[in-house]
C-alpha cells in the first residue's frame, strides 16, 4: 500500500467512527463533521499536485506512480459534493442520519483503500467493504424502489464476488504471491502464461459484473434508479467506476496487453467495451425516466474506458484513465440534477417536465455543460479522453473500433439534446408550473463539478502531461 497515502484511508475511518457519538444530540453534526473531514483532505491533495513547483516541473515530483493520488483526489471530490448536496437535500427527521454519513466516508475509505493497495487480497477485502457499504446506502430512504434495487445490486453482484476469488485463488497457486509486481514481472518473462491467464480472465469476469458492462448490466438501471436519489450519484459517479472499473484498467496494465500478452483477454474487453457502448446508448435514446437514461448512458461511458483498457496501449491507458475521472464528474453532475428536479417538480419522468429552463436555469445549464461533456463536444474535458481513446485505436490498426465509437459518441449527443428538449427547453408541463429553482446550497456541488469540467478541458496541456507521467509509472 502507498504509505504517503494511508491518512486518506485512515481519517475518514476515524470520522466515520465519531459521527454516530458527536451527532447523537445534534444531528447537524454528521454534515459538518463529512464534510470538513473530506474538504480538508481535498485541500491537501491540491496542494500536493498543484503547487507551482510540481507543475512547473512536469508533475516528476509526485509521489508513488501518480494514478492513486489521481484517483484519491476524485474520490475525495465526488464524496464532498454528495456530502454537501445530501446535507440539504435530506429530510431533518431522517433516523439514520449520522449513520448515512458514517457509510459515506466509509466507502470514501474503502475505495481510497482499493486505489492505493499493492496487492489483490487487499483489493478485493476493500472491494467487498464497499459493496456492504454500497448496499446499505441505497436503501437510506426505507422506500421499496431503494430496497429493490439494493437486493438486485447485492445478488446480481455476488457472484462476481466468487469469481473474483476463484481467480485469486488460482493466482497464488501458480505465482506464490498475489502482489501487482509478481504479476508484473511474470508476464514480463517469457513463462508461458496459460494458468496466470485463466486466474486473470476469472477475475476480469468478477470485475465486468461489478462494472455493470453488459451483459452483465441487468442490476445497473435498477439499482441507480431505485437507490436514495444522492446516492445515484455516489454510485454512478464514483463506487462502480473503483470497484469494477479501475480494477479492469489495474489488470490490463499489468498483464501487458501493449506487449502482446494475452491477446485473447485483451480482445474479450475491447468487444465487451464496444458492445457496451452500444447497448447503453441505443437503450438510453428509449427511457422516459431521467434517471434510467443516465443509467445506461453510464454502461455506455463505461464501455470507451473497457474498450481503451483492452487495447491497453500508453495513449488508451492515458485516455482510460482520463476518462473516468470525467466520467466522476459529468456523471455526478447529472445525477444529482436529477435529484434537484426530483425535489422541485416531485418527478423525473420525462413526459411529464418541461420547459423548466426559465424556472430552473442553473440547472439546466449545469446539465447542458455535463450533456456535452458526456458526448464529446470541444473544448470540455469529456472531448480529449474520448479523442485520447479514439486515436489509440486508430494508431493500433482498429479503425472499426475508433469509428464506431465516434458514432455512438454522436448517438450520445443525440439522446441527451432529446433529454434536455423534453426536460428543459419544452412546452411547460403541469408539474413544471410550480418547479422553482433549488437552494443555493444545493446548487453550489454542481456548480462546482461543471466548472472542473470545463478547467480540465481548457487546461488540457497540464492535465496530460500528468496523465503522460502516471501512464509512464504504471506501465513501464
Same mark, same amino acid.
Given at each position: 500500500?502507498?504509505? /504517503? ?139 421499496? /424502489? ?59 469476469? /468478477? ?59 485483451? /480482445? ?209
Amino acid at each position: 500500500m502507498d504509505k /504517503g497515502l494511508l491518512a486518506y484511508l485512515l481519517i475518514p475511518l476515524f470520522a466515520a467512527v465519531i459521527i454516530p457519538f458527536a451527532a447523537r444530540c445534534r444531528r447537524k453534526l454528521a454534515d459538518i463533521i463529512a464534510a470538513v473531514t473530506l474538504l480538508a483532505g481535498l485541500a491537501n491533495l491540491a496542494w500536493l499536485v498543484l503547487r507551482p513547483s510540481v507543475i512547473n516541473g512536469g508533475f516528476a515530483d509526485i509521489p508513488g506512480d501518480g494514478l492513486s493520488l489521481l484517483l484519491v483526489a476524485t474520490i475525495y471530490l465526488i464524496g464532498l459534493c454528495v456530502t454537501f448536496f445530501s446535507a440539504w437535500f435530506m429530510d431533518e427527521e431522517l433516523p439514520n442520519r449520522p449513520a448515512y454519513y458514517s457509510l459515506i466516508l466509509v466507502s470514501v475509505a474503502a475505495m481510497t483503500g482499493v486505489v492505493t493497495t499493492s496487492d489483490f487480497f487487499t483489493l478485493y477485502v476493500f472491494i467487498e467493504v464497499l459493496a456492504v457499504t454500497t448496499f446499505a446506502l441505497i436503501t437510506t430512504d426505507e422506500s421499496a /424502489g431503494g430496497i429493490e434495487g439494493a437486493l438486485k445490486y447485492f445478488f446480481l453482484t455476488f457472484p462476481a464476488s466468487a469469481l473474483i476469488i476463484a481467480g485469486l485463488a488460482v493466482l497464488l497457486l501458480t505465482l506464490g504471491s498475489l502482489s501487482f509486481e509478481n504479476l508484473r514481472i511474470f508476464m514480463a518473462s517469457d513463462i508461458p502464461s496459460g494458468p496466470v491467464t485463466f486466474g486473470a480472465a476469472l477475475m476480469l469476469l /468478477g470485475f465486468l459484473i461489478k462494472s455493470g458492462v453488459v451483459p452483465f448490466h441487468a442490476w445497473t438501471p435498477d439499482a441507480y434508479q431505485g437507490a436514495y436519489a444522492p446516492v445515484s450519484a455516489h454510485l454512478a459517479g464514483i463506487v462502480t467506476k473503483i470497484s469494477g472499473v479501475y480494477a479492469i484498467v489495474k489488470l490490463a496494465t499489468l498483464l501487458r496487453f501493449f506487449d502482446g500478452r494475452a491477446q485473447g483477454l485483451s /480482445g474479450m474487453l475491447m468487444f465487451l467495451g464496444m458492445l457496451s457502448i452500444a447497448v447503453g446508448a441505443l437503450a438510453a435514446l428509449r427511457q422516459k425516466d431521467f434517471k434510467r437514461m443516465l443509467a445506461f448512458s453510464s454502461i455506455s461511458q463505461v464501455g470507451y474506458i473497457v474498450l481503451a483498457a483492452g487495447l491497453g496501449t500508453p495513449l488508451a491507458i492515458m485516455g482510460a484513465v482520463f476518462h473516468l475521472v470525467n466520467h466522476a464528474t459529468f456523471k455526478t453532475v447529472l445525477f444529482l440534477n436529477s435529484a434537484s428536479l426530483e425535489r422541485s417538480a416531485g418527478t423525473t419522468d420525462m413526459d411529464k417536465l418541461g420547459g423548466l429552463e426559465h424556472s430552473m436555469p442553473w440547472t439546466s445549464w449545469t446539465s447542458v455543460v455535463a450533456l456535452l461533456s458526456t458526448a464529446g463536444v470541444p473544448p470540455l474535458s469529456g472531448f480529449w479522453s474520448k479523442l485520447l481513446i479514439i486515436l489509440a485505436l486508430w494508431e493500433s490498426g482498429f479503425k472499426t473500433y475508433a469509428v464506431l465509437a465516434l458514432l455512438f459518441s454522436i448517438v450520445t449527443l443525440a439522446y441527451f439534446m432529446v433529454m434536455q428538449r423534453k426536460v428543459f427547453f419544452g412546452l411547460k408541463t403541469r408539474a413544471a408550473e410550480n418547479s422553482p429553482e433549488v437552494s443555493a446550497p444545493l446548487l453550489a456541488p454542481v456548480v462546482l463539478l461543471s466548472a472542473v469540467i470545463v478547467a480540465l478541458g481548457l487546461l488540457f496541456p497540464y492535465f496530460y502531461t500528468y496523465v503522460r507521467v502516471v501512464t509512464e509509472r504504471i506501465i513501464l
